[in-house]
Every structure is written in structure tokens, then in C-alpha cells.
């Protein structure tokens, strides 16, 4: 069977689109639809439903859909192994996605020094909340992901990787530095909270939840995006926020930024490890893990 047709097949499976199956290849959309329909009058099957507003498999597609997977896998795995030669030496690409948190602080000390233990390796690795992770890793968009909150999702499976502890972080010389305060002094105070879909706010929310509170019972005053944006706020004196501890480690040591305890709470969270559920994984892939666990 022609992998090119498969893989065709399975973007816009994953895409439910050809268009965008297409930006995903590298090609025209007309030729992802000349795949399809080649592999289509091939098998004798209509293998997708093309009468909505976004492309869905058939009955037919969905079988043919999870064994095509195995296959565009194990044709990857043979070119891997055939590029790596006699020698052995480690090749291909490595894409990896990550959260904010890990994704500004371990994810990328890890991956450099793992590329540099293995230069044939090609490593990318892109940032983005962990929900979008999570949601590219299913669609095989990244082999990997590092998240701070393991979210259920049928197309993945998550393990722990790390542990992170959260703190609230505080401007220096605010009265809350270096204090353990209670909930209703907290809510007295401007909270800047991460955007949904963040690991670091998901703990939070879970945390509130045990303590018998919710989240927007503290009225937070600003919503900022990611880690990057609520940490620049707090350091401007805007106000104070929830984040990881390792990514303001620098900050801490700076004297840029303070933290505090909140009464009740004792935020943590398992960083986590994301592959797609049913994948193989790659040897470079294999290898990073084995790397990744050795150093944490």
C-alpha cells in the first residue's frame, strides 16, 4: 500500500480538512485530495464524509485510519534505523512540546545537552499551554509533550516525569514576602491569574477546591496569558500570582521577586510526561526519555 496515500489519509483525519492536511505536508491541497481519492478508488471504500462543514472519516475510515498508523510508524522506525548505519549513531528529528512552566526552565537545558550528546539529532521544541500540547501530541503533530497537568484525553497517556512546586509569587518588600497569609488576605490583594488551559492554574483550581473555595471567590483582577506575561506584572508591582518555583528561580535569587505561603494551600504538581496513546516510539525519542530520567 502507498504510504504517501496513507499519509495523506491520516492528516486530514487528524486536520478534518484537507487544507489544512495539506500545510501540514508540505504540499497543494489538490494533491492531498489525489491521494485520497487514489487510495479511495483503490480499496473500493468511501473512506471520508466530505458533506460537512469539517471532513470526517467514514466507518471504513476509521478502521483503515488506526491501521494506517501503524504502518506510516513502522515505515519511520525502518528509514530511522537504516539512516543510523553500521554505526549506530543516533539521527532523525525529535519534536517536542511543553508547557510554559517546564517549557522555560528544564525542557530546554535537557534537549540542548541532549542534541549535543547526539549531533545527527535534529531537536525542536515548541511552547504553548498544556492543553494545546496535549492536543498535538494526540494528533501526532509532536512525538512528545511536558506538561504541568495531566488533562484526561482518550488519545494520549501521561507519566510522571518531575515534580514542581508552585509558590505565590510576590513583589519585593511587599508586606505578603517571606509570610504565610490566609485566603482572605489573599483576596484583599490584586490576583493575577494565568489564562485557561494552564497547568499552573488547573493546580490551583484543585487546591481552592480541597480548601472549600474557588478561584474566582479570590475575584483575580487580571487575567495575563502564560508564565511569562502574570511573572512580568508582578515584577512591575501590578500585583500577585500563582507560578511554577523553578521559573523564577533566577528571579528569586535577584531579589526581582519574593514569595509566600497561603494558609490551606500546598500547591505542587507532577510534571508530566505526554506520548500519543498506541504510538511506538522513535529511538531518538527512546533515547531523550532515557536521558530526561537519568537527570531528574
Known sequence: MDTRQLAAFCAVVERKSFSQAAERLGVTQPAVSLQVRSLEKRLG????????????????GIALYRGAQRMLQLEGQLVE???????????????VGASTGPGSTVVPVLLCEFQRGNPAVAVSLSISDTQSVVDRVAERELELGVVGAARRHRGVVFEPLFRDEVVLAVPPGHRFAGH???LEQLREEP???MQEGAGVRQVIEDELRKAGTRLRDLEPRLELGLQESVKAAVVAGYGVTFISRAAIEADL????????RVKGLDPAREISLVRS??????????????FARRRL
Open 45 to 60: 471504500r468511501q473512506l471520508l464524509d466530505r458533506s460537512g462543514r469539517r471532513v470526517e472519516p467514514t466507518e471504513a
Open 81 to 95: 534505523e537504516l539512516e543510523a548505519g553500521d554505526d549506530q549513531e543516533l539521527r532523525g528529528t525529535l519534536e
Open 180 to 182: 504565610e497569609v490566609t
Open 191 to 193: 490576583l493575577i491569574v
Open 253 to 260: 535569587a535577584a531579589g526581582t521577586l519574593a514569595t509566600a
Open 277 to 290: 496513546a498506541g504510538r511506538s516510539p522513535t529511538r531518538a525519542a527512546e533515547a531523550f526519555l532515557d
